[in-house]
């Protein structure tokens, strides 16, 4: 169906990504119109000739026909990088459902000015004495501001270069005339190109096993022959995986090619960053969240004109728009932070293999514990799935015990620790080597409720319970609403109102309590709140300045402890109790993640998961440290289900003032669904649009909005973008006051 009218946006090197105006397409022009294509077109009142970018196409329009002025003519020079980030926008929008506008601001970094992109400094070139005689000379001449420049900088070597401006009122002229006579020098150092400070390069490279070269050859040999596609490299950490994205980017930044290194935020350590500036020196950059808009904006520049080969950064990195992107690296695959939690809620793995197509550019996923996503497409051929062999060097897998908390009970153990975990932590405390205690929960407490009567203390604003923190307040965690602890139950009156006592702060207290002496710290999002705090704690405990590391699932990515010889779950199981078809995914890769934490040195490691469910898959396979074993079983639970990735799922949830309003809103939508069912044709078995619901989201309110949740299956994917298509028209048509939907593919969140 080709379409009429199209969306042109005139300037998007402005501020904003600027209001698009609508254009005729003429008939010639119908074939080479697409989104991306840069145009001439009639502008303003004097209709003078712009030039444009096609941001959309539609086959409808607001205006009087009469009034759209036509598309004059295609611009021959090609697609532009502005106009690919356009196409990666418009695909974003299709793919994922949002406004054109959102995927546009996703993809385009917002134009800021660096407020101090540099510091300048003068700094004296010749000895003071000598300083001190041109200084003469200059008074005898009248050239006051020479003489105040020169007798500051006789007195100190170096000198702020906005001091000797404003405050000895020295102008530019006058300075670099002294740096012509050879009194100083202007240096000018950049304040944050570099964020790892660097001196010398890599010393010796490790020799690459026959496993890594030639996941590296297979790679770069498909590439150069025309076939590159996705490459998934399943090796646990420590078996060599970085050595191999190493490889394979220095090769293709040999070729004149570029590379986008993705990694969780929170696996982005030190240590990592350091090998990539030790092989590639200033041509790597990083994107982190700590860097200003501007900062951000000037790395999307220097990508773009060529002053970088790698940039490493989380999800938002993928959209560096490189001239000749040759590879994107995708580190940690299975984190759940590659999908974007607002619209377009776009998944990384999926957007980097788009935009690698376009540029004919390789992606290659690592992880120790693949999605099952990825393991699926891999072992159906989509991807080339390359298994290394186990953890590189001499240290170990570490032994894994599992706890039934329940036989614990039985045994009259009320503590938190089992007996198990209690004989392994004194023998820790014992040789000073270092524990670390995960609870994959935060808070002090979980919700407080009344043993009497049952009632649960739940926010007034969201439905969901209050969380009692030891400073004697209930917080909701969905919206900061905050009240005083009461000591007896709202609803009947009893004094036993109680906490679910399983939170970090709950384990710290309980350790100085049973292990006197011991040093303890903690880690979780309250005593993290900075990236300083959390950075901190890391170090003083790689540091050695405690014995105990206790936290939540932050403290077991990424970082390298060598002294740790002991890691303990404390209720592995909290995280299956969750009402979502990832749960078993998820505690998987938590406990794995856990226990590839201990012995990481040269000292062998234990691993103590304490459960009341022994029995289930994920844990069993976790402590054996057997990922096939765990997936041929998630998989067949996926399947039967009819989930992700067997079948692709779509969440629509509206959110609404009023509650009728929205469950209505809801059922409008759903119809929509059945009516496209009815219309479809069953092509085969198991193609076919299953609906569940609408039904009040798990968080039924947040922040006194009402949310409704429906999910549509389907195991084309391209049919569940045809239906949020219509659905989309459907509310367009409505002009939604108060009420908006969003779209959501393969949720990795529940609603
Ligand atoms: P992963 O990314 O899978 O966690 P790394 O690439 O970080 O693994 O490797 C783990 C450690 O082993 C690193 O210290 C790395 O330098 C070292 N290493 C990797 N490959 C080799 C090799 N072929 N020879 C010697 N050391 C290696
Ligand atoms: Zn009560
Ligand atoms: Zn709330």
Known sequence: MTKRYADVIIDISHEKVDRPFQYKIPEELSEAI????????????????????????????????EKLKSIAAVDDRGITVEGGQIQIAYWLKRQYGSTMYAALKTVLPAKQKLKQLEKKKVVRCMPSEMLREVQQQCFRKHQVAKARALGALAEEEVLP???????????????????????????????????????????????????????????????????????????????????????IIEQMVGMGKQAIVLIPEIALTYQTLLRFYKRFGDRVSVINSTLSKGEKYDQVRRAKSGEIDVIIGPRSALFTPFPNLGVIVMDEEHESS???????????????????????????????????????????????LFEMAGRHGNSVLPKVYTVDLREELKQGNRSVFSRKLRELLERRLQAGEQTMLFLNRRGYAGFVSCRACGHVMKCPHCDVSLSEH?????????????????????????????????????????????FPGVRVLRMDADTTGTKESYEKILSAFANEKADILVGTQMIVKGHDFPNVTLVGVLAADLSLNQNDYRAGERTFQLLTQAAGRAGRGDKPGEVVIQTYQPEHYSIVHAANQDYKGFYEEEIAYRDLMRYPPVAHMLAVLVVSREQDEGMALSREMTDIVKEWRRKSEVLAAGQDVQLIGPAEASVGRINDWYRHVFYVKHEDYQALVEIKDELELYCKGKELKNQSVQYDFDPVNTY
């Open 34 to 65: 697409f989104p991306g294509v840069r145009v001439h077109v009639p502008f303003g009142k004097g209709n003078t000739d712009r030039i444009g970018y096609v941001v959309d196409l539609s086959d409808c329009t607001d205006y009087p026909i």
């Open 161 to 247: 270069y906005e001091l000797l401006r404003q405050k000895l009122n020295v102008s530019p002229a006058t300075l670099q005339a002294l740096e012509k006579l050879g009194c100083l020098r202007i240096e000018t150092e950049s304040l944050y190109r570099n964020p790892v400070k660097l001196t010398g390069r890599e010393e010796k490279r490790v020799r690459l096993s026959d496993g890594q070269r030639a996941i590296i050859e297979s790679v770069l040999e498909d590439y150069k022959e025309g076939r590159s596609g996705t490459y998934l490299v399943h090796g646990v950490t420590g078996s060599g995986k970085t050595e191999v994205y190493l490889g």
């Open 338 to 384: 590659y999908k974007s939690e607002s619209m377009p809620k776009y998944h990384a793995r999926e957007t980097a293999i788009q935009i690698a197509s376009m540029h004919n550019a390789s992606v290659v996923l690592g992880s120790a514990t693949p999605s099952a996503e990825a393991y699926y497409r891999a072992k159906k051929g989509e991807y080339k």
């Open 470 to 514: 030891r400073n004697g307040m209930l917080i909701c965690h969905y919206c900061g609403y905050e009240e005083v602890r009461r000591a007896n139950c709202p609803a009947c009156g009893s004094k036993y109102l109680m906490g679910f006592k399983a939170g970090t702060e709950q384990i710290e207290a309980a350790l100085y309590k049973e």
